[in-house]
T-cell receptor, first 115, second 115 residues
């Protein structure tokens, strides 16, 4: 069975400091992994995706994530937080080669950015 | 290009009433998905359309939920009769093709409250 665990329900940072949102996955097969973000009253937006190419994946808005198979992790990072990064972030796993349906979502991490 | 649009953005109904949610996918996207997030839980898959056909409806919670996609364009999700546990945010997503790296585009969600 596939699952993702987002270790923190809330993360608070100050503007200009690094961001780390943690995600661990469980999958019997080679996974595809995604990070989505939801800003208030907006839809879910894809930040980045890992699909078995480079293990360090760069996304939009300066975010990146590193796939570490040995640790079954796919943590999301950003060197310097901006106020506009305040949102809810979802780590998502999908079984490779099975199409897009049945994405498995984590419970989400709400990122709070203070001035 | 218009994104995925969902109507209404919010709905408050009484237990036992009927509610119909609508999703307009991105034009030309054959794949349409419904997901749901119940309060405090993760986002879960409900079903998947390919054009007008239901490809996978294994995530539908029970027979009070009926999804349709007449003509392979917009989709509706009807809940009849609604129960308290149906409260949550219902997301719709669409994608053009299925594949390893295919991105699905999500709508902003419909927040359903059953009282």
């Amino acid at each position: 069975a596939q699952s993702v665990t987002q270790l923190d329900s809330h993360v608070s940072v100050s503007e200009g400091t690094p961001v780390l949102l943690r995600c661990n996955y469980s999958s019997s097969y080679s996974p595809s992994l995604f990070w989505y973000v939801q800003h208030p009253n907006k839809g879910l937006q894809l930040l980045l995706k890992y699909t078995s190419a480079a293990t360090l994946v760069k996304g939009i808005n300066g975010f990146e994530a590193e796939f570490k198979k040995s640790e079954t992790s796919f943590h999301l990072t950003k060197p310097s937080a901006h106020m506009s990064d305040a949102a809810e972030y979802f780590c998502v796993v999908r079984l490779m080669n099975t199409g897009f349906q049945k994405l498995v979502f984590g419970t989400g991490t709400r990122l709070l950015v203070s001035p | 290009e218009a994104g995925v649009t969902q109507f209404p953005s919010h709905s408050v109904i009484e237990k036992g009433q009927t509610v119909t949610l609508r999703c307009d996918p991105i034009s030309g996207h054959d794949n349409l998905y419904w997901y749901r997030r119940v309060m405090g839980k993760e986002i879960k898959f409900l079903l998947h359309f390919v054009k007008e056909s239901k490809q996978d409806e294994s995530g539908m919670p029970n027979n009070r939920f009926l999804a349709e996609r007449t003509g392979g364009t917009y989709s509706t999700l009807k809940v009849q009769p609604a129960e308290l546990e149906d409260s949550g945010v219902y997301f719709c997503a669409s994608s053009q093709v299925r594949g390893i790296g295919t991105e699905a585009f999500f709508g902003q969600g419909t927040r359903l409250t059953v009282v």
